[in-house]
């Protein structure tokens, strides 16, 4: 009943930038926090930013200054910013929700994930 459709994910040189956006749809009631995680090869998949509902953020250490997450409530939708983008940035980039949907007429809360969608930053 619910989905989460990342786009934006490319390759781009190092110094360079990209957009990431993620949509949620479905039966959704409300979103509490949305993120982005990332993925590269042989490592564990780690947090890159969150924002809440209410627009609180946060940042790991190594994007911060560089990386901007935002979201509208209004489209369910969560956006990466990403600047001056490094060759340790490449990863797949995961989108993610905490968030209650409707079902049957009951209300369930659930962790959801999108699909992934590859960033590649090399020269």
């Known amino acids: 009943q619910v989905q989460l459709v990342e786009s934006g994910g490319g390759l781009v040189q190092p110094g360079g930038s990209l957009r990431l956006s993620c949509a949620a749809s479905?039966?959704?009631?409300?979103?509490?926090?949305m993120g982005w995680y990332r993925q590269a090869p042989g490592k564990q998949r780690e947090l890159v930013a969150a924002v809440t509902s209410g627009g609180n953020t946060n940042y790991a250490d190594s994007v911060k200054g560089r990386f901007t997450i935002s979201r509208d409530n209004a489209k369910n939708t969560v956006y990466l910013q990403m600047n001056s983008l490094k060759p340790e940035d490449t990863a797949v980039y995961y989108c993610?929700?905490?968030?209650?949907?409707?079902?049957?007429?009951?209300?369930?809360?659930?962790?959801?994930w999108g699909q992934g969608t590859q960033v590649t930053v090399s020269s």
């Open positions: 993610n929700a905490d968030l209650t949907y409707i079902s049957g007429g009951y209300y369930y809360r659930d962790d959801y």
């Open positions: 479905g039966s959704i009631v409300s979103i509490r926090t």
